[in-house]
């Protein structure tokens, strides 16, 4: 009987192993680009050297025009901490101007305007508190930092649980914010005058004052966003589902930046009452909340650059618009008045903008010497050169030829 020959087990070949790719050479870390902060110390110091200018050298007109547009580039640095970084459409910022305003006008007026017929309703301790024995520019510190903190508490309490909320919802809670604190400012007479508004506010703030609460702002809502916080808000900003499953406390962070945002918003408003010498419910109202998102909107919702610019070009362009609305002559044409003119011409150059660039003037961006060079910004968004070499991708130039390298 035939016998089967021994089996042997069947060795499948086994596939040659590639060559190890040799270790691509570590690349030095970029170096941290200090040009950002260099370029906003200039736009600074630049800036600083205007308002000394405009403080020896401008008529009172002119020199009144650059502490309003120093005043609302606070606030519009404000909105932009609350609603650029995070992206929650806040329309109650006034409410926190005119809490500023008042806090710091009941602290600073005299006792004989105060007394109790005038202002019955105050407080023993407010309606005698007198700061005219100290320096003018001390007693403005001190109204500055009691109306934003009285801002900042209030917003503390109302942002707890409007902060929860997102999209129109939250513009419309806000609002409502808004009209709570009209309404409030307006009844409430035996505190506030009602829409008779207070008068007799000593005019203590000056371009140096101004300027240096617009500096501190800036500087606070850089470091705000370079840090930590600030890239939570942002993350919360672009995509609110994958900021929480990191775990971004999303309530945290929209809270913060909405109780940064009020307190400067009401050291603006104590600087306004106290640039103007007399405040009244309707200049904290509808009018202003809209030129404030105007101005924030135009330079870029998410850049405090472009607050800042914004602030500049809606306070400077209505003043100087003026002169249209009393007529023109172009050769042998000439107009008559054309009142409300000026408002068009704004209002189209607005739309204009809003159709070119969307996002406002600069964005997201922020003014640095980077902006000057396309390929700093050309090597950040795709990455340093020097590691795409055969050395450190092996494989990756196989396909090119070997003319196209160089």
């Known amino acids: 009987m035939a016998t089967a020959p021994p089996s042997h087990p069947q060795t499948r070949p086994t596939a040659p192993v590639p060559a190890a790719a040799p270790a691509r050479p570590a690349v030095a870390a970029r170096p941290r680009d200090k040009r950002g902060p260099l370029a906003a110390l200039l736009l600074l110091l630049a800036l600083g050297g205007f308002v000394w200018l405009a403080e020896t050298a401008f008529n009172a007109y002119r020199l009144q025009l650059v502490v309003l547009v120093l005043i609302y580039a606070i606030v519009a640095v404000a909105l932009a901490v609350t609603s650029g970084f995070t992206g929650v459409f806040s329309l109650g910022q006034i409410g926190f101007l005119a809490i500023g305003a008042y806090v710091s006008s009941l602290m600073t007026i005299e006792p004989i305007w105060k007394d109790d017929i005038t202002l019955p309703g105050l407080p023993p301790w407010l309606a005698t508190m007198d700061l005219t024995g100290l320096h003018p520019q001390v007693a403005l510190l001190l109204a500055c930092l009691a109306g934003g903190a009285v801002a900042a508490l209030v917003a503390a309490v109302v942002g707890a649980p409007l902060m929860r909320l997102s999209g129109h919802y939250v513009a419309v809670a806000t609002m409502g914010f808004l009209i709570i604190v009209y309404t409030l400012v307006v009844n409430a007479n035996s505190v506030t005058s009602g829409s008779r508004g207070l008068s007799q506010i000593p005019g203590w703030t000056t371009g140096w004052s101004a300027f240096g609460w617009c500096a501190l702002a800036v500087y606070v809502a850089w470091r705000l966003r370079t840090g930590p916080a600030g890239r939570a808000m942002i993350a919360s900003r672009e995509n609110l589902l994958a900021a929480r499953s990191i775990g971004i406390d999303v309530l945290r962070t929209r809270l913060l930046a909405f109780v940064v945002g009020a307190f400067f918003t009401g050291v603006a408003g104590a600087l306004l ?16 909340t809209f030129r404030v998102v105007t101005m924030v909107v135009l330079g870029g919702m998410g850049s405090i ?18 002169a249209v609305d009393e007529g023109f002559s172009f050769g042998s044409v000439q107009t008559g008045p054309l009142y409300g003119l000026s408002q068009i011409v704004l209002a189209v150059g607005f739309i204009l903008v809003m159709i070119f660039r969307p996002s406002g003037l600069f964005g997201d961006r922020e003014l640095g010497l980077g902006m000057l060079s396309r390929r700093r910004r050309n090597d950040e968004a795709l990455g340093s050169n020097e590691a795409i070499t055969p050395d450190a991708a092996p494989g990756l130039l196989d396909s090119v030829p070997e003319e196209s390298r160089d």
């Open 305 to 322: 650059t472009g607050a800042v610019a914004g602030a500049a070009m809606m306070t400077i362009l209505p003043e100087y618009l003026r």
């Open 273 to 288: 009452a106290h640039q103007i010498g007399t405040i009244a419910p309707s200049q904290f109202y509808f009018d202003t």
